[in-house]
């Protein structure tokens, strides 16, 4: 069974740090562009970063430029997301992706699956 499961997520107050990782299950992530997205209550779900297969090249969201960074390590099977200076607009749902919806987001064509993880919650509040 192909399985993604994030961790990490938790409260934190304005200003500080979390680190999110994803573990893969089930395939090997090395082939696969991945990457993370967010949707907070009410809102739509947006791309926070991406990553590709080897790591080469990255996007992310201008919203959380020069704060987050996205990294793979695919000896380990897992992605992560550290996430610096945090605000409390950054609180949300994070998802891992692994698969097309990465893909498109690094300028790339659609791959031969998508799979999501169900999350970790970030909370942001003094």
């Known amino acids: 069974q192909v399985q993604l499961v994030e961790s990490g997520g938790g409260l934190v107050q304005p200003g500080g740090s979390l680190r999110l990782s994803c573990a893969a299950s089930?395939?090997?992530?090395?082939?696969?562009?991945m990457g993370w997205y967010r949707q907070a209550p009410g809102e739509v779900r947006e791309l926070v970063a991406a990553?590709?297969?080897?790591?080469?090249?990255?996007n992310y969201a201008d919203s959380v430029k020069g704060r987050f960074t996205i990294s793979r390590d695919n000896a380990k099977n897992t992605m992560y997301l550290q996430m610096n200076s945090l605000k409390p607009e950054d609180a949300a749902l994070y998802s891992c992706?692994?698969?097309?919806?990465?893909?498109?987001?690094?300028?790339?064509?659609?791959?031969?699956?998508?799979?999501w993880g169900k999350g970790t919650l970030v909370t942001v509040s003094s």
């Open positions: 990553i590709t297969s080897t790591g080469d090249r990255t």
């Open positions: 992706n692994a698969g097309s919806t990465a893909a498109y987001a690094l300028w790339l064509g659609a791959d031969d699956m998508d799979s």
């Open positions: 089930g395939f090997t992530i090395s082939k696969y562009p």
